[in-house]
């Protein structure tokens, strides 16, 4: 995992001494290890190249359909739509759950845009 997340160089050193965009592929390094029921990601794809956004949305994908469940928090939901089976927002110092989700990949996305607007009402 080391060498697929370009890390080789750094295999001697601690996390603390990575620069910032390599200690988040270290994380993903491990992750992509186990076989987790749980996963809670903070903006995921932030400072990682498309090749690697690619594989992280790959193993996001595969988890879920194994059944694990993920949790996203992102600023950048356009590429997970196709992943979004529920969706939470907090308005007013609550949380609002959106268990039922649009079918079509338009009203989805338009969902997710009013959400992170403050715009849609449960």
Not at 45 to 74: C, N, P, Y
Not at 77 to 92: D, I, P
């Amino acid at each position: 995992m080391l060498e697929f997340f370009d890390l080789s160089k750094a295999a001697g050193r601690t996390v603390r001494e990575l620069f910032l965009g390599q200690r988040r592929r270290a994380v993903f390094a491990a992750c992509f290890i186990g076989t987790p029921k749980h996963i809670l990601l903070d903006e995921p794809l932030e400072g990682m190249d498309r090749s690697i956004q690619k594989e992280i949305l790959e193993w996001i994908f595969r988890h879920t359909k194994a059944g694990a469940v993920v949790t996203v928090v992102s600023h950048s939901y356009e590429k997970f739509v196709e992943l979004v089976s529920h969706a939470l927002t907090v308005k007013n110092n609550r949380v609002i759950s959106f268990k039922e989700l649009p079918d079509t990949h338009e009203e989805k996305l338009a969902l997710l845009e009013g959400l992170s607007k403050g715009k849609v009402q449960p």
